[in-house]
């Protein structure tokens, strides 16, 4: 059975109930959660069994990894091989819709498949979200709230009725803005953007100008 907490958009998250949740994803829980783009589903990417479970709820090819949250682009350091790409890329888009792709360290491996040269990492622009990240003192792996192959839900009580009884948590919070983040690959010279989202290829290119 899920705890469902919901709240006004924009509202914080009462402290005790930050706690409860942000312990809970360390130990391998599951929540559905509001984002700066589309809700999304989540848990600890140190602990494969619950990433499993994530697949499960989405759906999701297994052969896709899934993007990881974390609190602060220093935080992103510990686990990704950082470029010179990425300094001005997160200098100038994170926290914000901007999703980047880079080597993992020694380290980092543990949070995608030995097949994978590289993992995706992104500080999300959402309070409720950060705040969650920064007390569970682990990343998260995360994909947008929706069964694969149908649209990504950006209104809480939607996302509340889809997961209910499948996460663990379901933090319902208005609407968020909806949309998706760019992704980008910044573990080379080459920088290339994998997708177009909220953030322009022009933004991209201007920002590595």
Not at 114 to 137: I, K, M, Q, W
Request: hydrophobic share 45%; proline share 6%.
């Amino acid at each position: 059975m899920s705890k469902i907490f919901r709240l006004e958009s924009g509202a914080a998250l009462p402290e005790e109930v930050l706690r409860e949740v942000a312990e809970a994803v360390r130990q391998a829980r599951t929540a559905c959660f509001p984002t700066d783009t589309v809700y999304g589903l989540g848990t600890t990417a140190l602990i494969k069994a619950a990433v499993r479970r994530i697949y499960e709820i989405k759906r999701r090819d297994s052969l896709k990894p899934l993007p990881i949250l974390v609190h602060s682009a220093q935080e992103a350091r510990r686990w990704a091989c950082w470029t010179k790409a990425a300094e001005a890329l997160a200098g100038r888009f994170w926290p914000g819709p901007l999703t980047i792709a880079l080597c993992p360290t020694k380290e980092g491996r543990i949070l995608t498949f030995a097949e994978y040269p590289t993992v995706a990492f992104r500080v999300p622009d959402h309070p409720l979200l950060l705040g969650l990240l920064a007390a569970s003192g682990v990343p998260w792996a995360s994909t947008s709230a929706n069964r694969s192959g149908f649209p990504e839900l950006s209104d809480g009580e939607q996302a509340a009725g889809e997961f209910a009884g499948e996460v663990d948590y379901v933090l319902a919070a208005g609407r968020s803005p909806g949309g998706v983040s760019t992704v980008v690959d910044a573990s080379g010279e080459n920088v290339r953007v994998l997708r177009e989202g909220i953030l322009s290829a022009r933004q991209i290119e201007e920002a590595l100008a």
